[in-house]
């Protein structure tokens, strides 16, 4: 790929206005964060090949298309320029600073970040991951009651690259303006935690089945899934056949962060133990201590249908503190909210 040297006035991104705000990432040590839509759904190709099919992702009546451009689809390693701007942009927000949804990160950074090489084939590599990121549009619908919501949307807005004059044509930084849907993921919390050692997961498959694991197991002792779902889940293209290998080779291995991993061959089921390594969540500060009303469970029971009340207060109350989320004036009426958008979107146990 040939990248050319921007002119001057395609250096900034379009629409730029004297006060819209800019985001500068210059954090060495952001603890790694996605946000949970992202380790829900399989929004990227596991392939190291491009793929330009659109792919359908179907289940419990929701649906989500992911449409490619000539380029190919997102790739999961083109989402680390992701994952690394939602973690620095959250080590912000927890320390009350202003952020935005244009991210200037200097490309050197961000290669040492997600534990890359910096020649200069791993720099053009970024300029590839931001067109592929780019050109990557997801549709999906949404159910509430009778009705139904069509939406689409993009991982990245819009992006623009700074390299230097000369043969080797280094890269400076790149700037991205990531999508309303990914900011506003990032503005209500709806962020995870992840391993400092997700990036040296070298296989796009043990990646993907450890976001799984960690949006799902979370803290729980453990989690269990048929291998039939996990490999829908999963998004992967290989076989039912090729899928199970790749599993009872990463039961083999057990080096998966966070999880070990073993595999009833007799059912089919794949069971995720918590190794204990997440740090405990910082409990959230408050004048007066959450304590919530009896009523509130009970009536937390007809937000929630079939789920026990008091494993989701203990999911919110991580929920809170994995987010870094101030304590609610209402606690109550927060956590009843909770358990109203847990159920919309899991339905039953």
């Given at each position: ?40 759904h ?23 298309e ?13 989402k680390d ?7 620095q ?29 910096t ?7 970024v ?55 990914v ?29 799984i ?11 269990s899934i ?17 899928f ?6 990463l039961?083999e ?10 595999f009833?061959?007799g ?15 910082q ?5 007066v ?6 009523a509130?469970f ?6 929630a ?11 919110w ?11 609610p ?21």
């Open positions: 790929m040939v990248c050319e040297t921007p002119k001057p006035d395609e250096q900034l991104l379009p629409d730029r206005h004297p006060h819209d705000d800019l985001f500068i990432c210059d954090v060495a040590d952001a603890v790694l964060k996605d946000v949970m839509p992202q380790m829900e399989p929004f990227y190709s596991l392939s190291k090949k491009p793929e330009t099919s659109i792919r359908r992702y179907e289940h419990k009546g929701n649906w989500l992911i449409t490619p451009s000539v380029k190919g689809l997102a790739t999961i390693y083109d320029i992701l994952i690394y701007c939602i973690s942009i959250m080590h912000k927000l927890s320390a009350g600073e202003k952020v935005s949804q244009r991210v200037r990160l200097n490309t050197r950074d961000l290669l040492v970040f997600t534990n890359r090489g020649a200069g084939k791993d720099y053009l590599a300029v590839e991951a931001i067109d592929r990121l780019a050109g990557t549009r997801i549709s999906t619908n949404i159910k509430t009651g009778d009705e139904e919501q069509y939406d689409t949307f993009g991982l990245i807005d819009a992006a623009s690259v700074r390299r230097k004059h000369g043969r080797d044509g280094r890269l400076l930084w790149c700037e991205v303006q990531i999508s309303d849907w900011f506003n993921a990032i503005r209500a919390q709806e962020v995870l935690t992840l391993h400092k050692d997700y990036f040296r997961l070298r296989k796009p498959i043990e990646r993907r089945v450890y976001e694991a960690r949006k799902h197991c979370g803290r729980q002792p453990t989690w048929n291998l039939e779902l996990l490999h829908k889940k999963s998004g992967s293209k290989s076989t039912l056949k090729e199970r290998r790749s599993i009872r080779h039961v291995h057990d080096h998966l962060p966070d999880y070990s991993v073993s009833k061959d059912s089919d089921i794949v069971v995720f133990v918590n190794r204990g390594t997440m740090h405990p969540p409990p959230v500060v408050l004048d201590p959450i304590t919530l009303k009896s509130t009970e009536e937390a029971k007809g937000a249908p079939g789920w026990d009340v008091y494993y989701l207060e203990q999911e109350r991580s929920w809170m503190a994995d987010g870094g989320l101030d304590a004036k209402h606690p109550d009426r927060a956590f009843i909210g909770f358990c109203k958008k847990w159920f919309e979107k899991r339905g039953r146990p």
